[in-house]
């Protein structure tokens, strides 16, 4: 049985693979709230993402055009990414994505982001890195 996969979601899969960066301390919890802790804590901006969503994909595309990298976790390509979902849910009150994370404070999501970017508070909170 061939499997076929739409162009859209490989460009997405690709397009995450290009802007994540994986820490490898970050990988070594082996407690899903520690590791999600982790990677809220130990990376400059971090997002939880599914590779397919369009949200998420704005908000990777966001970050590159200010030329960002940030630490992404992709959901559905995990696991345990459910119960990363749930762990957000406890921290933030959601369990949608994206969830954005800078220097350990919470964005919110794509449109929280992108006026971030507009009001120039997103800025002021990459300059205290």
């Given at each position: 049985m061939t499997m076929r996969l739409g162009l859209p979601f490989v460009i997405a899969v690709i397009l995450s693979l290009l802007v994540a960066r994986q820490p490898v301390a970050v990988e070594s919890s082996n407690?899903?709230?520690?590791?999600?802790?982790?990677?809220?804590?130990?990376?400059?901006?971090?997002?939880?993402?599914?590779?397919?969503?369009?949200?998420?994909?704005?908000?990777?595309?966001?970050?590159?055009?200010?030329?960002?990298?940030?630490?992404?976790?992709?959901?559905?390509?995990r696991d345990d990414g459910y119960q990363i979902q749930n762990v957000l849910l406890d921290l933030v009150g959601r369990r949608t994505v994206p969830q954005i994370f800078v220097n350990g404070k919470h964005i919110g999501g794509s449109d929280d982001l992108k006026a971030a970017v507009e009001s120039g508070e997103l800025q002021k909170l990459l300059i205290t890195s």
């Open positions: 407690s899903v709230p520690a590791f999600v802790h982790n990677v809220i804590y130990s990376s400059k901006i971090a997002i939880f993402s599914k590779s397919y969503c369009p949200y998420c994909l704005r908000a990777k595309r966001i970050l590159k055009e200010l030329n960002e990298q940030p630490y992404v976790v992709e959901l559905d390509l």
